[in-house]
Nanobody, 120 residues
Framework: QVQLVESGGGLVQPGGSLRLSCAAS????????MEWYRQAPGKERELVAA???????DYPDSVKGRFTASRDDVKNTVYLQMNSLKPEDTAVYLC??????????????WGQGTQVTVSS
């Protein structure tokens, strides 16, 4: 059973930092790419970071230079370091991964999310 559990959210002032964690189980973590998304009230879910199994990362312009994804394949955990936070970064942050069955059917898995609130 695949399980993703996020942690590390909270309330932070503008300009502050937070580090989110996503602990994975039930998968061969080291071969899985991982993604971080966020969803704010009334807005569509937005990809904010992607990290391949080899550690290559990619970000949208909205967070590039402020957010950094990393992974620890020993701890089966992916991280999202968020710096210079802005009120518009306020959202529920979720991690995602996926697996393919032998018949090449893809199954996506999501964590439950962790709330990040940026406010003075």
């Amino acid at each position: 059973q695949v399980q993703l559990v996020e942690s590390g959210g909270g309330l932070v002032q503008p300009g502050g930092s937070l580090r989110l964690s996503c602990a994975a189980s039930g998968i061969i973590f080291r071969v899985n790419a991982m993604e971080w998304y966020r969803q704010a009230p009334g807005k569509e879910r937005e990809l904010v970071a992607a990290i391949t199994s080899g550690g290559k990362t990619d970000y949208p312009d909205s967070v590039k230079g402020r957010f950094t994804a990393s992974r620890d394949d020993v701890k089966n955990t992916v991280y999202l370091q968020m710096n210079s936070l802005k009120p518009e970064d306020t959202a529920v942050y979720l991690c995602k991964t996926w697996i393919f069955t032998p018949s090449r059917t893809r199954y996506d898995y999501w964590g439950q999310g962790t709330q990040v609130t940026v406010s003075s």
